[in-house]
């Protein structure tokens, strides 16, 4: 969103001609002097208020050619016929969007949110096969977030998240992998600067219904990562 549009989504209640020119113009003064992390939570709310866009909630791409020469081939061994398989070149892409169907809960500062992320690996070169998905990941989350402000090695906290995440592919036994967790999601900034750390605890099922019991070996307990 450039800043002459956030400033247009603030001040787009306005009706008459010169309060909307000194608003806007006054957005645009504030906005030029955020900091870039300031300016895309700005935009991001500004997005999440306008019920006809759709808010990015993690990144979102396309990869054309991606290369996976460790494909998990052996629950697909009934549907192949001779000399068929998974190839090692398939397509990637993930689309991923954010709501807040209620804003703020009064002035608590306390924000509900849903997010849906949808991750495809796609054999689309796969002729010998119809070119199927191999898989998709379904990634719906629920929680609250808010504004703590807390310090950390000088910089300061920027926003907070708590929430359930549930991952599936979506699929029927013996094909079904799924598994649930509670998570935290927090933001520390300094200038242009954000680290971002989320660690999840994984909600435990009984031995016969878990389907993806060494999931943590591979995936871990938490997320760190900057942007600069």
Not at 98 to 106: D, K
Not at 166 to 188: C, D, K, M, V
Not at 210 to 225: K, Q, R
Request: hydrophobic fraction near 30%.
């Amino acid at each position: 969103m450039s800043f002459s549009l956030y400033a247009e989504n603030t001040c787009n209640d306005l009706k008459d001609d010169v309060e909307h020119l000194a608003c806007y113009d006054k957005a645009v003064a504030e906005d030029e002097n955020r900091n870039a992390s300031e300016r895309r939570k700005h935009e991001i709310n500004a997005s999440l208020k306008n019920p006809f866009s759709l808010t990015p909630y993690r990144m979102n791409y396309i990869l054309p050619v991606t290369h996976n020469s460790s494909a998990n081939e052996a629950p697909f061994q009934d549907f192949f016929e001779p000399g068929e398989g998974i190839d090692d070149t398939e397509e990637k892409f993930q689309i991923s969007v954010q709501f807040e169907p209620w804003g703020e809960v009064g002035e608590s500062g306390i924000t509900p949110y849903f997010t849906y992320t949808q991750l495809a690996l796609w054999q689309v070169y796969n002729r010998d096969i119809s070119s199927p998905f191999r898989e998709t990941n379904y990634e719906p989350e629920f929680g609250v977030r808010f504004n703590p402000d807390w310090g950390f090695l000088g910089m300061r906290s920027s926003s907070m998240r708590v929430g359930f995440n549930h991952q599936s592919n979506g699929r029927g036994e013996p094909l079904s992998r799924s598994w649930n967790r509670i998570y935290a999601t927090l933001a520390f900034e300094s200038g242009n600067f954000i680290t971002v750390i989320r660690p999840w605890i994984r909600i435990k099922e009984n031995a016969e219904d878990d389907d993806n019991p060494d999931i943590e070996d591979f995936l871990g307990n938490f997320e760190w990562y900057g942007i600069l």
